[in-house]
């Protein structure tokens, strides 16, 4: 950090997320503000971040700033460039500092800096990259590990692609993996989510998420359920996967600290819960009030605890 004010003993830590807005293809299950198409606003998006980060560090003062997470969209379509020029501005702006050690949370050990990739995009030199930037913990949407699921969900990568990336990021030299999976398809059978979660297991991610399928308003699954072209999720067979899902994983070593998140023991989860836990203040930069101006030759982001935006609905037909 240059030109700031150095942390004062007892300055409150601050948790940062930047939105990256960016898809391949919208999931039909996301209500998330997020967009496909629209790769030619990438670096002007990145130049606007920067901007943003920079004002925020002002404001924050010096601050310890101990969690930096890159949500979506798809943060991976973000070329290693623009995740370093971003990761500069994070460096220049804010005091990227570890939590201190307090014997009740993560600390001591720098910046944990979180990044969500689709293993659609992603190999091994851009995970080497990633972790060169300054990245050092990948958070991959894998989501289920049968081929089948995943084009019904929209999802660009197959189970083995998904299976390869974290093959790779151990690889690259990531100590921090998370898997999120989704469970509770529509007609999903109790052992097809099994063996999804047993692969997922067998792979050793030192975190894993899962997720009840949930069907958001205006989403392309809403859609069809409403037309009948889907059926929707059974509600006690998700709980069935989930009451199954938390004896599976204490049978796998791992620990339970949130509905639907489970660490490795001494592998504390990601530090953005343990300072939301401390009502930690927290700043969004990014997409999340993505505003365009008339013109459309800018744009600003909101700040704070704000819900995303209503966005213009996409029509399904």
Known sequence: ??????????????????????????????????????????????DALISEIRLWGKVA????????????GTPSLLPLAEIGRIMAALRDSFNLSPLP????GPGGEGPEVSLEANPGTVDLPY???????????ISFGVQ?????????????HTADEAAQCCRWAREAGFERINLDLIYGLPEQPMER??????????????HLSLYALTVEDGTKLAYDIDHG????????????MYEWSCERMAQAGYEQYEISNWCRPGRVGPRRFYVRWRRVASRAAGGRRLRWPAGGRGASAGYGRYRAPEVRRRSFR
Not at 61 to 72: H, I, Q, W
Not at 145 to 153: K, P, V
């Open 127 to 137: 995970l080497r990259g990633l972790l060169a930037a300054g990245v050092n913990r």
């Open 101 to 104: 050690r307090s014997g009740e």
């Open 229 to 240: 072209r889907a059926p929707a999720p059974d509600d006690d067979t998700q709980a069935a």
């Open 1 to 46: 950090m240059t030109g700031k004010a150095r942390c004062l003993p007892g300055q409150e830590p601050l948790s940062l997320y930047l939105h990256i807005p960016f898809c391949s293809l919208k999931c039909s299950y996301c209500d998330f503000n997020s967009y496909a198409g629209l790769d030619g606003l990438v670096q002007p998006y990145g």
């Open 144 to 156: 289920s590990f049968h081929d089948d699921e995943l084009t019904a969900l929209d999802r660009i």
């Open 193 to 206: 989510w099994q063996s999804t979660l047993d692969r997922a297991i067998d792979l050793a991610p030192d």
């Open 61 to 72: 003062e010096g601050r310890p700033v101990p969690t930096v997470f890159f949500g979506g």
